[in-house]
């Protein structure tokens, strides 16, 4: 008999970890409110609030990060037909926030930890600002695969 030393396959990233106070959850939904302010401290434009809690109401789950003072800091939401694709929606971290860079890393390794784990091999999709793509690359999303170019059609501007 002779002892055996599992050696990792590969190397695995450490775990990310939220800073002190601050939490991470999936079962409380944010106030749509709170959530559009969050999205605009991050750039984006205002949005109709009974869209956007319709749009909570309807995402496959979401997971929010609040910091010791209770405040949503970060937030991202997942839509899905549970069989080949996921989208990643409304990624942000809040920039004021002297964390932000920590919780972004822990928004998108949560979420696409969560995502291996109930929808493997499912194509992954994510609109993100310029804030996430740091995180997001640093998990193996890449720009424009192939040349692969993302549309979007605003419905308010559109003729």
């Known amino acids: ?24 959850a999936s079962d409380r ?16 434009p205002s949005r109709p609030l009974a869209r956007l809690e319709a749009a909570l109401q309807r ?25 080949l694709n996921a989208n990643l929606w409304d990624l942000s971290a809040h ?3 002297p964390q932000q860079e920590q919780l972004m890393i822990v928004l998108v390794h949560t979420a696409l930890s969560r995502l291996r784990r109930e929808l493997p091999g499912c194509s992954i999709s994510v609109a993100a600002a310029p804030m996430a793509q740091a995180a997001l690359k640093r998990h193996g999303f890449v720009v424009d695969p192939g040349g692969i170019r993302a549309m979007g059609l605003s419905l308010l501007n559109s003729p």
């Open 29 to 44: 939904l944010p106030l749509a409110e709170e959530l559009n302010a969050l999205l605009v401290a991050c750039g984006d």
């Open 59 to 83: 995402s496959t789950w979401q997971l929010s990060v609040r910091d010791p003072a209770d405040q949503l800091v970060g937030f991202v939401r997942v839509t899905s037909d549970m069989a």
């Open 1 to 24: 008999m002779f002892d055996s030393l599992l050696i990792p396959f590969r190397s695995q990233p450490q775990l990310p970890a939220l800073p002190d106070g601050y939490s991470l």
């Open 95 to 97: 920039p004021a926030d």
